[in-house]
């Protein structure tokens, strides 16, 4: 299995799937169908300060070849999270896990990544600055270099795991932004969150999701998804988590080709909550095909 | 939970829009009635969950309302075709506090889940009795076979071109006392009945998913007792925790 091993920020992984944060829970409802210790490792859903219910539903919209959501980063705030969540996931996962951080102020990540930071079981911070669903919150700090740049140092100097920041695809220019956080102490980048959109109903000439507008993901956003890995590939020299529509072994070598460490799975483990295995179980194979025997050797293999 | 492949045996229109489908695989996660499916269709990204209208043995139908362009696919489908589910999904309907007379009240697309609901009240003995509500004589389904089993059933329809004229509030005076409430469909209907049944009951709820299991948080409800997901602690609701939200 060595051959399907990578190194994300200092940490080796058995390989390189991740399971994105939001589309796995805490890891314990997929436990139920497989042991999830064969993953990479997973993200968790995404954490804030406070408890929080989230957006009013409709979340969900269908679209061709993907689905809007708007759940607006439902989950129980930190607390909750360090005394009921974690001793929970602990049960089912063995290996460092990746705690994704959302805020509304500076202040709000930098006590909630510090609060995630001395758990035992956390082995890296993902910064979640990207989040299309909520007001004032998430995105407001991932559309700017200037604002990237001084959420990450704020955090950067509060926490001592690897800090990953997770990259919102909103934005015309996501290699500045990459860098901007790079320059700021970011040990890795993951990108792309969804991609901001809507549905209206032709019958009640209404938005589908209550809160209007949702983000984008599944096999739609693929191609936008390796365009922005390529970018960022070029502009930083730190580890990058592509993500976006990934959905097969195929998509993952590809991902890897365009310059990410690891991959991120999300929306696809929805639809098939046991993807991720299943594409752990069938990497080698694609692997065979395409003459690959290590992974670690196409990072960012296209790029010549 | 359980993922596996179904083999359709039949799939047969029974009222104006509504299809009757028999699929036969692994029921062995499907645990109670009121629990659902959500089945993966060719063409569409997310799956479609329906609630469990019977089981027999490897034999499980659903009933569903051709709404949309999912549903209007699944009436296409023809006995032997094979269809990637999701089982087991949901909480489903407690039959122990039921008490001796329970009444199910069910509007349109959510009668399905009460006849396997009324089958399991029956077998413990109960005396079942049942109220189905329609909007018009020829979307009326699932009559007889209610009766077959031995519920005595009301029908309405809101247009009163079959049974008494109104909403199924508007039979509940035709009946005797009953001890508890089963109630399915559309979420006005579930509010009169909450405010008209002078009985506690569950309350099976609807919404949009992602998943059906509990990964994406799509479906969160507010309750007394906490958010809920319709589709893991859902989607029967008791009813002294529903928070209407109006």
Redesign the interface.
Known sequence: MARLTVNLCGIELDNPIIPASGTFGFGYEFAELYDINCLGTFSFKGTTKDPRYGNPTPRIAESASGMLNAVGLQNPGVEAVISEELPKMRQVFDKPVMANVSGFSIDEYVYTASRLDVEEQVGWIELNISCPNVDGGGVAFGTSPEMAAKVTAAVRAEVKKPLIVKLSPNVTNIAAIAKACEDAGADGISLINTLLGMRIDLKTRQTLLANTTGGLSGPAILPVALRMVWETYKAVKIPIVGMGGVSSSEDVIEMMLAGATAVGIGAANLIDPYICRDIIQTLPETMDKYGISNLKDIIGGAHG | ?K?SIFRILTNKQIAHDTYEMILRGNTEHITRPGQFVNI?LDG????RPFSVCDLEGDDLTIIYKVVGSGTEKMSTLVPNEELNL?TGLGNGYDTKSSGKAPLLIGGGAGVPPLYWLAKELLAEGKQVSAILGFNTSNEVFYEAQFKKLGVSTLITTADGSYGIQGFVTDALTNLESFSYTYACGPEPMLKAVYDAAETSGQYSFE?????G??????????TLYG?KRIC?EGPVLVKEEIIW?G
Not at chain 2, 214 to 222: D, Q, V, Y
Request: net charge positive; charged share 30%; glycine share 12%.
């Open positions: 939970m993922e993966k569409f990204y997310l799956r999701l919404e949009r998913m992602g998943c299991f509990g990964a994406c948080m799509g479906c969160t409800c507010k958010d893991r939200q």
